[in-house]
C-alpha cells in the first residue's frame, strides 16, 4: 500500500494567527501509515478545489466551536469561542469532498462540523440544552484515558471497523450533534442518548466521531483501527 497524503484542518486560536495541529493527530495518521499534512486557513476558491484533488484522505480536527448562525440559531450563554474563517474554509472544503467522494474522517469538532455543513443542528451546551440527566462528555481525568461507553449500531461503518456494540472512549466536548442531517445516520451514542458517530451510506468513507481517537491509539485497539480504516480507504 503507498502512503496516501491526509489533509489535516488546523486550529487558529490564539492572538498572534498561529496555525496548529495537535501532534497526535499526525502522529495517529503516520502510525497508520499516512503522511499528514496540515493545510492552510484561508485558501481561495481555486486552492481548494486543488486540494480537494491533490490529497488522499481528509481529517476534520477538533477545536472550536462552530457559529451556531451556521445551523439557523442565535449564539447561547454557554457557547464558546469560534473561528469564522475557520467555519469558512472548512464548509467550502466540504462541499468540494462531498462532490468527490473523496475520504473523510471528523474528529470531535470534526463530527459537528461534517453534521452542520451537510444541513444539520448542534446542541450548543449538553449540560444547558439536552434533554434529560446527561453524563459527563468533558471528562477530568486525562485524554489518554477511556471514560465513557459506547453504543454502537450494528449495521454502519463504524461497527464494521471496531467489530464490537459497545466500546470504551474518551470524552471531551460540550457540543454534541442534535438533528442529524440529511443523508447522514447516526452509528453511535453514549448511554445518555447522545449521539456520538454518524456516517454516510452513499459515500466511500464519510464518517464523524465525538471522541477523540486519535489519543488512544497506543492504548485501545479499536482507536488504532478507526486510523488504520481511514487510512486504507485513503490509499485506494
Known sequence: MSRPLIAITPSNSDDFGALHVYTSYLESVERSGGIPVMLPMHPSDDDIEKIAETFDGFLFSGGEDIAPKRYGEETSLHCGSIIPERDDMECRLYRALEKMDKPVFGICRGIQSLNVFSGGTLYQDLPSDFPGKVLQHSQRSKST????????????????????????????????????????????????????????????????????????????????????????ASAK
Open 145 to 232: 484515558f477511556p471514560t465513557q461507553s459506547i453504543v454502537v449500531e450494528k449495521d454502519s461503518l463504524l461497527y464494521d471497523i471496531v467489530g464490537k456494540t459497545e466500546i470504551y472512549m474518551n470524552s471531551h466536548h460540550h457540543q454534541a450533534v442534535k438533528d442529524p442531517a440529511p443523508g447522514w445516520e447516526v452509528c453511535a451514542r453514549a448511554k445518555d442518548g447522545v449521539i456520538e458517530g454518524i456516517w454516510r451510506k452513499d459515500k466511500t468513507f464519510f464518517l464523524g466521531v465525538q471522541w477523540h481517537p486519535e489519543r488512544l491509539t497506543m492504548t485501545v485497539p479499536e482507536a488504532k483501527a478507526l486510523f488504520d480504516a481511514f487510512i486504507q
